[in-house]
């Protein structure tokens, strides 16, 4: 079945999953990134999540401004948008509800063996990269309300091929389901995406707080912080801010999300 064909009623699915809560849905061939599709969409409004999906990026970036390598078909790039309201702050915190939305689609889906690793990674369980999130906010216009994105690459098959230059995985890997229908996939994540943000809306992390303890891959490992080499043990996230506790000789450190990046010790 061509890729078009497979995602048609994708958009009348989501709305019988979550009605209400949807707009616009984009599922393109080629694009030079869904989250830059979405930052620049005329039609994003607080209230609705209008999503993109590409079977290609051109152009796909992640955080610390890595490039987000991925090749048609082998990964499932897309983005999850609504406009900001006027003076509405965004919080770091909100990729890690969104990480654990993803692992929920994956988990309804039937699979297993993967792990979350502060603040936008999902890893297996010897720590390859599963997928990534990334939360983007910007006004591209001043004539528009700024955009709010969140964008997820997911490793479907064959992401030893990508060159990528640290530990990669993919679906094929973990225990489920042999071929999960890309549908069927979109659906169950973008469902999970989307009702984990509007909980982080409503209430922080406390709603994802239970899965966000069964899922931490960091908790009890030893891992260094890049950029500035400090070591400790990862001892659990501060559900009420997101941040990761890090607990070293001299007492409980706390780090906030943002562009600070972790890898646990032998992982890599
Ligand atoms: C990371 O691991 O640093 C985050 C990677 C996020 C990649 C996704 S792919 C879909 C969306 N479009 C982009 O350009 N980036 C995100």
């Given amino acids: 079945m061509s890729w078009e064909r497979s995602l048609v009623g994708l958009a009348d699915g989501l709305e019988v999953d979550l009605p209400g809560r949807w707009g616009a849905v984009h599922c393109l061939q080629r694009v030079d990134s869904t989250n830059r599709r979405l930052l620049e969409s005329s039609t994003l409004v607080p209230d609705r999540y209008e999503v993109c999906v590409a079977r290609e990026q ?3 970036h992640g955080r610390r401004g890595r490039a987000w390598l991925s ?10 948008a609504r406009a900001l309201s006027p003076d509405e702050a965004v919080d770091p915190a909100l990729s890690l509800a969104v990480g654990v939305g993803v692992a929920r689609g994956l988990e309804r889906c039937g699979f297993s063996g993967f ?3 502060w603040p936008n990674d999902l890893v297996t369980e010897d720590g390859a990269k599963l997928a990534g999130v990334l939360v983007e906010a910007r006004a591209v216009r001043e004539d528009r309300l700024p955009a709010l994105v969140v964008g997820v690459g997911l490793n479907r098959v064959g992401a030893h091929t990508l060159g990528v230059d640290r530990r990669v995985a993919d679906l094929s890997q973990l225990p489920g389901p042999a071929e999960a229908a890309l549908s069927d996939l979109l659906r169950a994540v973008l469902v999970e995406v989307v009702r984990a943000w509007d909980d982080f809306a409503r209430s922080g992390l406390a709603l994802v707080a239970n899965d966000h303890a069964r899922l931490d891959h960091l908790r009890g490992r030893r891992i260094t912080v890049l950029d500035t080499g400090e070591e400790g043990i990862a001892a659990g996230i501060d ?17 906030y999300s943002g ?4 890898r646990v010790l032998g992982d890599d």
């Avoid at 090749?71 to 999850?80: K, N, Q, R, W």
């Avoid at 559900?239 to 780090?255: C, E, I, V, Y």
């Avoid at 562009?259 to 972790?262: A, F, H, M, N, P």
């Fill in 239 to 255: 559900h009420g801010n997101g941040a990761l506790l890090l607990q070293r000789p001299d007492g409980l450190k706390r780090l």
């Fill in 71 to 80: 090749s048609p078909d082998a990964s499932l790039t897309f983005s999850v």
């Fill in 259 to 262: 562009e600070i990046s972790v």
């Fill in 115 to 117: 792990g979350f690793k």
């Fill in 58 to 60: 051109t152009a796909g």
